[in-house]
C-alpha cells in the first residue's frame, strides 16, 4: 500500500493529482468520465468577478506533439459560479480549487472578495493565475514582475482560503517571483501556465488562432516544467510547489514531484483523453508499489 496524502501549506489532500485550470471545464463536466472526488483536487478554469467572453474563434490548434490556445479566459464570472457550477461540485464531493484572474489588482480583490463572501467549504484553496496581461499602467504580465505579483496575491487574501500563485516560465525572474509571491502571503506556487507561442498557416500566411498569439502546453513544455520546479525547490525549498507541463502519464508526475513538486495537475492531455489525470494518479501509484517508495511524500525534492 502506497501513502498517496499530500500537503501543500495548510491544505492536506488525499493524493497529488489535480486537473489543471481551463482544461477541464468550469464545473462538474468532468463527473460523467469519473468520480472527480477521486482527484486530489480538482483545480477550475479561472473566473474573473465579472463575465467575460473570451478571444474570437479558432481559440485551439494542435503544434506538432503540443497544442497551442488563445481561449482568452472565457467565464461566467465569479458570482455565476457559485451559484451556477459551485452546487454540482458540492454534490460530487470532490476538492475545489477556484483560479482567478483580472487585469488589475482591484479585479482580483473584488474576486476574491465575492469568494470570501460564500467561504464555501469544499473549496480549498485559491489558485491565483498572475499569467495575464496587466493593465495597472506597466505592459506585460503579472507574473513576469515581483512587484505586481506581489501586490495581487496580497489582494487575494480577501478569498478567506489558502492563497496559490500559478507562475509563467516566460521569464527568468521566476525564482524572485516565487520568492515575493511567498512574503505576500501565497501559501503555494504553481509552476507552470502556457508559454508564449504562435503557429501560422502557411497557404494563408496568417495565425491560427483568431487572437494570433497563444500559450504553448502538453509535452512538449514538460522539461521547461521541470526546470522551473528544480530551480524553485533550489532556491526556496520550504515553499510548496504544484507542479504542472506536459504530465500525461504517472513517469511525468514522478519526475516532477522529485524535481520539488509536492503535487501535480494535469492539463493538456485531458484533451486526448478526459480521464488521463485518472491514469496518471494510477500510474504515480504503480510506480511507487514497483519501487519501494511508502510514501509519495518521499519523492518530493529527491533529485537534489
Ligand atoms: C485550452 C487551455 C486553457 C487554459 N486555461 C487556463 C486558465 O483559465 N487558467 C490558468 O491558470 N491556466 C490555464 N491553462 C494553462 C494550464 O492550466 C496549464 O498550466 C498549462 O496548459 C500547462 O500544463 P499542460 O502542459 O499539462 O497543459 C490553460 C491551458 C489550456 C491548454
Given at each position: 500500500m502506497v501513502d498517496r496524502t499530500t500537503r501543500?501549506?495548510?491544505?492536506?489532500?488525499?493524493?497529488?493529482?489535480?486537473?489543471?485550470?481551463?482544461?477541464?471545464?468550469?464545473?462538474?463536466?468532468?463527473?460523467?468520465?469519473?468520480?472527480?472526488?477521486?482527484?486530489?483536487?480538482?483545480?477550475?478554469?479561472?473566473?474573473?468577478?465579472?463575465?467575460?467572453?473570451?478571444?474570437?474563434?479558432?481559440?485551439?490548434?494542435?503544434?506538432?506533439?503540443?497544442?497551442?490556445?488563445?481561449v482568452g479566459l472565457q467565464g461566467p464570472g465569479v458570482s455565476a459560479w457559485?451559484?451556477?457550477?459551485?452546487?454540482?461540485?458540492?454534490?460530487?464531493?470532490?476538492?475545489?480549487v477556484v483560479s482567478i484572474w483580472g487585469r488589475s489588482v482591484d479585479?482580483?480583490?473584488?474576486?476574491?472578495?465575492?469568494?470570501?463572501?460564500?467561504?464555501?467549504?469544499?473549496?480549498?484553496?485559491?489558485?491565483?493565475?498572475?499569467?495575464?496581461?496587466?493593465?495597472?499602467?506597466?505592459?506585460?504580465?503579472?507574473a513576469h514582475d515581483p512587484e505586481m505579483s506581489a501586490a495581487?496575491?496580497?489582494?487575494?487574501?480577501?478569498?478567506?482560503?489558502?492563497?496559490?500563485?500559478?507562475?509563467?516560465?516566460?521569464?527568468?525572474r521566476v525564482v524572485e517571483v516565487a520568492g515575493a509571491v511567498?512574503?505576500?502571503?501565497?501559501?503555494?506556487?504553481?509552476?507552470i501556465n502556457t508559454l508564449l507561442g504562435m503557429v501560422i498557416d502557411p497557404e494563408t500566411r496568417r495565425p491560427v488562432l483568431g487572437a494570433g498569439g497563444g500559450g504553448y502546453s502538453g509535452l512538449p513544455i514538460h522539461p521547461v516544467a521541470v526546470r522551473t520546479v528544480f530551480d524553485v525547490h533550489a532556491a526556496l525549498p520550504d515553499l510548496p510547489i504544484i507542479g504542472v507541463g506536459g504530465v500525461a502519464n504517472g513517469l511525468g508526475a514522478v519526475e516532477l514531484m522529485?524535481?520539488?513538486?509536492?503535487?501535480?495537475?494535469?492539463?493538456?492531455?485531458?484533451?486526448?483523453?478526459?480521464?488521463?489525470?485518472?491514469?496518471?494518479?494510477?500510474g504515480l501509484t504503480e510506480w511507487c508499489a514497483r519501487h519501494g517508495v511508502d510514501s509519495v511524500a518521499d519523492l518530493v525534492g529527491a533529485a537534489h
Open positions: 501543500i501549506g495548510s491544505v492536506s489532500l488525499p493524493n497529488p493529482v489535480m486537473t489543471a485550470s481551463g482544461t477541464a471545464g468550469h464545473g462538474a463536466e468532468f463527473q460523467s468520465f469519473f468520480d472527480l472526488a477521486d482527484l486530489g483536487a480538482h483545480v477550475v478554469k479561472s473566473v474573473a468577478a465579472f463575465e467575460w467572453a473570451g478571444n474570437p474563434a479558432p481559440r485551439v490548434h494542435p503544434a506538432g506533439v503540443g497544442m497551442i490556445n488563445a457559485l451559484a451556477d457550477d459551485l452546487p454540482a461540485l458540492t454534490a460530487c464531493g470532490a476538492r475545489v479585479d482580483y480583490a473584488r474576486a476574491a472578495e465575492l469568494l470570501g463572501a460564500v467561504r464555501a467549504a469544499e473549496v480549498v484553496a485559491v489558485e491565483v493565475n498572475l499569467s495575464c496581461p496587466n493593465l495597472e499602467g506597466r505592459r506585460g504580465i503579472f495581487v496575491i496580497a489582494a487575494s487574501a480577501a478569498c478567506g482560503r489558502p492563497v496559490w500563485a500559478k507562475l509563467s516560465a516566460n521569464t527568468d511567498r512574503q505576500a502571503g501565497a501559501e503555494a506556487v504553481t509552476l522529485l524535481a520539488g513538486a509536492s503535487a501535480v495537475q494535469v492539463g493538456t492531455a485531458n484533451f486526448v483523453d478526459p480521464r488521463a489525470s485518472i491514469r496518471v494518479l494510477d
